[in-house]
């Protein structure tokens, strides 16, 4: 609830919206995937593992006696997953509901970490920190990415590769998905507008360096192709700039509704970049003149 | 020099600063000294130019925030970030792009492995460092000595004497009332928001014995019945 308003939101409002949303993907995810009920089984956990977090898994085994501890951790995993259940039952799914349940509580004996000793080598070290961080987060992702834009080539199937390239733009876009502490932008000795205007190079530069591992062989292999490949690449691009002013446009707070309206339609819509970006850049410039000189 | 002239500071109806009235001239170590929630680190935060604040804050020497380094009490370190990227951040973020900055690791700490898995004290070693190699003309250092082993708060005191010497402004706060009398040239009470005293190094004690009068009342410990 308390995040629900910290998005600028009536709660109430926002859980009806959220429920809309969650029945409208669990639809697409029947009617798209193959065996849907694992999966979507699958997806269910996936949600449950946002409670495995050591640090929070510690502070409630030091808080509560071990017994306690196991049923609230059994309790908090299986209410997450109950909208997962409920549209299982809905669907007859009951046996996948069932394993969902017993695994929901098999998962209260797991935590993550989340922190990693092992350092992941990468390009992007000299100029920290958004494309270094968010390489080590997505490298197999990326390296998937370039495989089957590979075989799209051999597969002659031109479209695929396509995606993947404007996929390897979103993978880039994830990496400003998240706002930094305060702390990390008052540091800079510069005003809103160098500070942005060099977060936008390094996006764009090295999101270019990337999306050129698929751009170069679908160009060499099929050179007919150049000019969708280029619109795609000027596209994601955009996009770059668009995520990078965008993120600080209601900085320090998180991003209001009406922004992420207008992100998530610009990306959807590329002719609206041109009235988005503008208009962002204007408000990061405002928000960040608090904190840059 | 820094110039604070009624500095006030509120959230919403609660006043955490009232009419702070301080000069810090270079070449000298101040050290604020209060209770949890006197409002330190707050006036830390507003001298930075981090929080927005009521009042004046001059420095004579360019744009304060520009020239200042900052230690947190608690330096957050983003996941995923060795040290040494940590430091090619502040350093590019002042406009310091060449050098090898391995070779100013004085603290010997293991710069290729993330940040975030350092200890307590390793991250405020690895703070410290960065804020030295971005040369800083004012040095804002919130508990400075909290979390570090005796031998880097040696090394820390070593750090601040240099500082000194080298004209710098410096200002700090800690909770351990040894540290900042061994190091500052003068002291700040600050009580409820208001700078209660302000005192040269030899006068100290007045703030030590006021600090320990406001000790906690034995009977609340009684109270409590502990077993």
Not at chain 1, 54 to 66: E, G, V
Not at chain 1, 242 to 251: D, K, Q, R, T
Not at chain 2, 150 to 162: F, T
């Amino acid at each position: 609830m308390r995040a629900i308003t910290g998005f600028g939101v009536n709660p109430f409002l926002g859980l009806t919206i959220g429920t809309g949303i969650f029945i409208w993907m669990s639809i697409i995810v029947f009617k798209k995937v193959n065996y849907p009920q694992y999966f979507y089984s699958f997806l269910s956990l996936v949600v449950i593992t946002t409670l495995s977090n050591k640090s929070r898994n510690d502070f409630l085994k030091i808080t509560f006696f071990r017994k306690k501890y196991f049923i609230i951790r059994i309790f908090e995993n299986l209410i997450y997953s109950i909208p997962f259940l409920f549209f299982l039952a809905y669907k007859g799914e009951y046996l996948v509901a069932l394993i969902t349940i017993v695994m929901s509580s098999l998962f209260s004996l797991i935590t993550f970490s989340g922190k990693s000793a092992l350092v992941i080598p990468t390009p992007f070290s000299k100029r920290p920190y958004e494309f270094s961080i968010g390489f080590r987060r997505t490298y197999l992702l990326l390296i998937i990415l370039i495989i089957i834009s590979f075989i799209s080539i051999f597969d002659h199937n031109f479209n695929l590769g396509i995606v993947c390239l404007f996929g390897m733009f979103l993978v880039c876009i994830t990496y400003y998905s998240e706002q930094e502490p305060v702390f990390y932008v008052w540091i800079y000795a510069q005003s809103p507008q160098v500070f942005l205007r060099k977060k936008i190079k390094t996006a764009l530069y090295f999101s270019f360096l990337l999306s050129l591992f698929i751009a170069i062989p679908l160009i060499c292999f099929n050179t007919s192709y150049t000019y969708q490949v280029a619109l795609v690449i000027v596209i994601g691009l955009l996009d770059m700039v668009l995520i990078v002013v965008g993120i600080y446009s209601n900085y320090p707070a998180r991003l209001n509704l009406i922004q992420n309206i207008q992100i998530i339609t610009a990306i959807v819509f590329p002719p609206l970049l041109l009235f988005a970006i503008p208009n962002l850049y204007y408000q990061a410039k405002r928000r960040l003149n608090v904190f840059l000189i | 020099m820094i110039r604070i002239n009624s500095l006030s500071k509120s959230y919403d109806a609660h006043r955490v600063l009232i009419d702070i009235n301080l000069k810090f001239v270079k070449g000298e170590i101040h050290g604020i000294i209060g209770e949890n929630g006197a409002g330190k680190t707050t006036l830390f935060k507003c001298l930075a130019g981090i929080e927005d604040y009521k009042g004046i804050i001059d420095y004579d020497g360019g744009i304060l925030k520009n020239q200042t380094g900052f230690l947190p009490t608690f330096p957050y370190f983003l996941s995923l970030m060795t040290g040494l990227e940590y430091l090619k951040l502040l350093c590019h973020a002042r406009g310091i792009y060449d050098g090898n900055l391995e070779q100013f690791n004085l603290f010997e700490l293991p710069l290729k492995q993330y940040a975030e898995t350092y200890s307590t004290g390793m991250q405020k070693k690895l703070a410290i460092t960065g804020l030295l190699l971005q040369k800083n003309e004012v040095f804002i250092l919130d508990e400075p000595f909290n979390g570090v082993d005796i031998s880097s708060n040696m090394i820390i005191h070593d750090i601040l004497i240099k500082l000194k010497q080298l004209n710098k402004t410096i200002i700090l706060s800690s909770h351990i009332f040894s540290t900042l009398q061994d190091s500052c040239d003068f002291l700040h009470y600050l009580k409820e928001g208001r700078i209660k005293y302000s005192l040269p190094r030899g006068s100290f004690e007045t703030i030590e014995n006021e600090m320990k009068k406001e000790g906690l009342d034995k009977t609340v410990i009684d109270s409590m019945y502990l077993r």
